[in-house]
């Protein structure tokens, strides 16, 4: 059974730095590309970022190149997502996902809530 | 960037009606389309993949079509625990873009 938990989300004050993780349990985790979608409060979906398999193949949203770097340990079956310079129009759910083959995704985590507030 | 709108932003609908939901992507996208149901404070659960695919357990009265611009997800005879956020995602190679969803309320 597919199971994706994701972990690190809090208050952060803006311009500071916020790492997210996600376990990854029941799958080949190394086999898979994986995800990180946000919502903002009342909004709506907005992918941010996913890496392939090997770590190798790596896409940002452009709202958050330069900023966020999204990177795995599969020995671990872990994925991360580190955030620097944090604005407030970063305040969201994160999500991670398991792609299906590079397209969508079949399974989500519960997410986790990041706040950007002074 | 492609860009991908949906309407209605919000349909009313009772139990039992039949219910289409309309996204219309920026420029041609051939069937790289999914649908995604939503529920407040819950992750999106994929419901069609390759614009008209049901994706395993999900019930056949959820349907898909379209092709390259305009796309449509269709609920025949809605039921109560379909009343959720829906939104559409297109998918490539290097980003992936949802529509701003669309919101099933009850009538």
């Known amino acids: 059974q597919v199971h994706l938990v994701e972990s690190g989300g809090g208050l952060v004050k803006p311009g500071r730095s916020l790492t997210l993780s996600c376990a990854a349990s029941?799958?080949?985790?190394?086999?898979?590309?994986m995800s990180w979608i946000r919502q903002a409060p009342g909004k709506g979906l907005e992918w941010v970022s996913h890496?392939?398999?090997?770590?190798?193949?790596?896409y940002y949203a452009d709202s958050v190149k330069g900023r966020f770097t999204i990177s795995r340990d599969n020995a671990k079956n872990s994925l991360y997502l580190e955030m620097n310079s944090l604005r407030a129009n970063d305040t969201a759910v994160y999500y991670c996902a398991r792609d299906v083959g590079a397209t969508t995704w079949d399974h989500w985590g519960q997410g986790a809530l990041v706040t950007v507030s002074s | 960037d492609i860009q991908m709108t949906q309407s209605p932003s919000t349909l009313s609908a009772s139990v039992g009606d039949r219910v289409t939901i309309t996204c219309r992507a920026s420029?041609?996208?051939?069937?790289?389309l999914a649908w995604y149901q939503q529920k407040p404070g819950k992750a999106p659960k994929l419901l069609i993949y390759?614009?008209?695919t049901l994706e395993n357990g999900v019930p056949s009265r959820f349907g898909g079509s379209g092709s390259e611009t305009e796309f449509t997800l269709t609920i025949n005879s809605l039921q109560p625990d379909d009343f959720a956020t829906y939104y559409c995602q297109h998918y490539d190679t290097n980003f992936r873009t949802f529509g701003q969803g669309t919101k099933v309320e009850i009538k």
């Open positions: 029941g799958f080949n985790f190394g086999d898979h590309y």
């Open positions: 390759k614009a008209s």
């Open positions: 890496i392939s398999g090997s770590g190798l193949t790596i």
């Open positions: 420029q041609s996208i051939s069937t790289w």
